[in-house]
């Protein structure tokens, strides 16, 4: 498979060589089979086992349509070419030194035919091992020019493990030799404001989701344990998080009424519509300023918080971006009937447990959202050893009053749930019945919840929610260096859309790597002793803010 001569590759990736897998840039879908399969995937052609790529640009699509109905070019038949090739090596061959023709040696017979052994020998042995070795001598050319460059400019290791690292490469040489690379200015002006409208191109797709799925809308907080504090916005789907951006608190950070006031404005700008919850840190004024926020024309916000450090498991199983929201619940729940078991039922020995973690749970942590989602995750309201008590059975239906605005969707939902409750027409069939533990609750509801569509778009939407932003590990001295830097106007915004680039590009990476995998939680297997999510990614590196020094001197300013 020669990447080089196909203009398909320019919207595709070689994933796997031996069986020639490759990845849609667009959808990111695998196929085997190489680039011919991935073009009828382009070009939205159903052929086979082939489905059509659903975000595909129209240019690409009817550029890659033309490419598969333009009229192949006659091959020209494998003996008429041996031929012409004969004749073309006989009259060089036979060209001697001395400059004349031979005619008395290597012909036989009165028609003149010449005899192959003696015009055109056959090549050395030893030509195909010194092809291969030239073309390893390129390989480790270029694999020392690469070294020497990450060497010469103190670039981690860990930057070879990007997915963007191949992609360079394959992408430089598509392009053969004489390729110049982009200059510093380049890099620095219209290739930072080409990825950041991609970048932009993304978040109008994810707003898309936003209103199918909804979203959270995630708030990092660092300080650096004197006066200087940050905090970071973000917003987490399905599809995956985008930075939004960082702000820098300082003073503020136990005002509630000024974090409320940011926090707003963030919803605001995400679309109050769109955001079903907003996780914040866990200290007081955040807390608070949560509240407030519930206050407000706001109809579809919740506030949600991590569970309790002692239940391990469920700290395991919120501290990821998968949807864990429908586990919640019934994990706390499951950790308190764990704990009186290792305590044999000696009441004097778990009842103290339970009350901290009773204390905790009302107090800070339980909200109506995790009771609605217990209450619709099909693995715990279909099991017969789990009791539905008072309490989930009302958060669900605070959960629903919120969720539903109109009086219709309130009287559909009165309608819809004895349906799901009873398991009746499609929540009932064989099907339906095997993935309430195969499949992840969401993706159950999307399957199975048609019949009872205002029921079910509110389930998706709670079910598809993360219960934590600890999964991803920001490197606070980016922001740090945004907001404590002396830097005029200019150079604070080129620096700030760099960093906007950077850290959604971070995140893409991540997502890419657990390729939007959902699967359902079951909380005795879930394995506390391996990595934990927010461990296996490590933090982006640190964004280099050097070349500001070298703006030119007309850009710059004042501070």
Not at 283 to 301: D, E, M, N, Q, T
Not at 415 to 444: H, S
Not at 486 to 513: A, C, D, G, P
Not at 533 to 547: C, F, G, Q, V
Request: glycine share 6%; charged share 25%; proline share 5%.
């Amino acid at each position: 498979m020669v990447r080089g001569r196909d203009a398909c590759w320019e919207h595709c990736v070689l994933v796997d060589a031996t069986k020639q897998k490759v990845r849609c840039n667009y959808c990111q879908r695998e196929f085997s089979g190489g680039v011919y399969r991935m073009k009828f995937h382009l070009a939205q052609i159903k052929n086979k086992d082939i489905v059509p790529c659903t975000e595909v640009p129209t240019d690409v699509r009817d550029h890659i349509q033309s490419i598969l109905s333009a009229p192949k070019k006659p091959k020209t038949p494998k003996k008429q070419k041996t031929d012409q090739a004969t004749v073309a090596n006989g009259q060089q061959n036979s060209s001697s030194a001395s400059g004349g023709f031979h005619h008395n040696h290597g012909y036989s017979g009165q028609n003149g035919s010449a005899c192959p052994s003696l015009l055109f020998p056959n090549p050395s042995p030893s030509a195909q091992p010194l092809e291969h070795d030239a073309q390893k001598q390129k390989q480790d050319d270029a694999d020392r020019k690469l070294a020497i460059f990450f060497f010469h400019n103190s670039i981690p290791f860990s930057a070879a493990k990007s997915i963007y690292y191949q992609e360079m490469v394959d992408a430089v040489a598509q392009c053969g030799v004489g390729y110049k690379a982009p200059s510093y200015e380049k890099l620095r002006s219209t290739l930072l404001e080409k990825v950041k409208a991609d970048i932009h191109s993304d978040y109008k797709k994810y707003r898309d989701e936003w209103k199918e799925t909804g979203c959270t809308v995630l708030c990092d907080n660092w300080s650096d344990g004197r006066t200087g504090s940050l905090a970071v916005f973000s917003v987490a789907c399905p599809k995956g998080t985008l930075f939004l951006k960082s702000v820098d608190v300082s003073g503020h950070e136990n005002d509630s009424t000024y974090l409320f006031e940011l926090l707003e404005s963030v919803v605001l700008e995400v679309g109050a519509e769109n955001v079903v919850q907003v996780i914040t840190d866990a200290s007081a004024s955040y807390v608070c300023a949560g509240r407030l926020l519930i206050a407000r024309f706001w109809k579809y916000a919740h506030e949600a918080v991590s569970v309790s450090e002692p239940l391990v498991k469920c700290l395991r199983m919120v501290d990821g971006d998968m949807p864990a929201m429908g586990y919640v619940y019934e994990g706390i729940e499951r950790a308190k009937v764990a704990i009186k078991a290792y305590y044999k039922g000696i009441e004097e020995k778990y009842i103290p447990i339970w009350d901290i973690i009773d204390r905790r749970w009302n107090m800070q942590i339980h909200s109506s959202l995790h009771a609605a989602a217990a209450f619709l995750n099909p693995s715990i309201s279909y099991n017969p050893n789990f009791k539905k008590d008072l309490r989930m059975r009302n958060g669900f239906q605070e959960a629903m009053l919120r969720l539903a605005i109109t009086d219709k969707d309130k009287m559909k939902i009165t309608k819809e749930l004895p349906t799901y409750i009873n398991a009746q027409g499609a929540l009932g069939t064989d099907f339906a019945v095997l993935g309430r533990t195969l499949n992840a609750p969401g993706d159950w509801w999307a399957s199975y919840g048609y019949e009872i569509p205002t029921l079910q778009k509110a389930a998706v939407r709670i079910l598809s929610q993360p219960c934590s932003s600890l999964w991803y590990r920001w490197n606070w001295s980016t922001f740090e260096s945004i907001h404590n830097r002396k830097r005029n106007r200019v150079e604070l915004e080129k620096f700030s859309e760099l960093v906007f680039v950077h850290s959604n590009l971070w995140l893409q990476t991540i997502f890419k790597r657990r390729e939007a995998k959902s699967e359902p939680i079951i909380f005795d297997e879930i394995d506390c002793s391996c990595e934990w999510p927010s461990e296996i990614e490590s933090s982006p590196p640190l964004m280099d803010d050097s070349w500001l020094d070298d703006f030119p001197l007309q850009c710059r300013g004042s501070p």
